[in-house]
């Protein structure tokens, strides 16, 4: 499961990476999309894939048994869905305005309009 995860994780970042080198702002916000849920992959697979084992710790122990799943990378993933879902929203609203006042989402135009 782990080299799957692995191989995705690669995938990701590469699309991510290969849309951010695109000419198109729409391509620029998918790339960071995909840059985005190849790094809350890459940090969810770094916390131990183990089902059904709650990080609990029994009555009378001083430890959780062995296997358990790390809670903090969960609680980091949600927390990185919730600020990424923000800035692709605001990314999506600025990209709007610029094609509403250029006309068009090409970033050399728009440098050549910068001028």
Do not use: C, W
């Not at 960071?32 to 089902?51: C, K, P, Y």
């Not at 062995?66 to 809670?71: E, G, L, M, Q, V």
């Not at 609680?75 to 990314?91: C, D, K, P, Q, R």
């Amino acid at each position: 499961m782990e080299i799957t995860l692995a191989i995705l994780v690669g995938l990701l970042y590469a699309s991510g990476v290969y849309m951010i080198l695109r000419r198109s702002l729409v391509k620029l916000i998918i790339g960071l999309a995909l840059l985005g849920h190849a790094t809350n992959l890459l940090i969810f697979s770094i916390g131990d894939l183990v089902r059904g084992e709650p990080p609990l710790i029994a009555e009378g122990a001083t430890s959780p048994t062995i296997p358990f799943a790390d809670p903090i990378p969960q609680a980091l993933i949600l927390t990185a869905i919730v600020i990424g879902f923000g800035s692709l929203a605001f990314a999506i609203v600025l990209i709007k305005r610029v094609y509403e006042r250029i006309g068009t989402d090409d970033m050399d135009t728009l440098v050549a309009a910068d001028h």
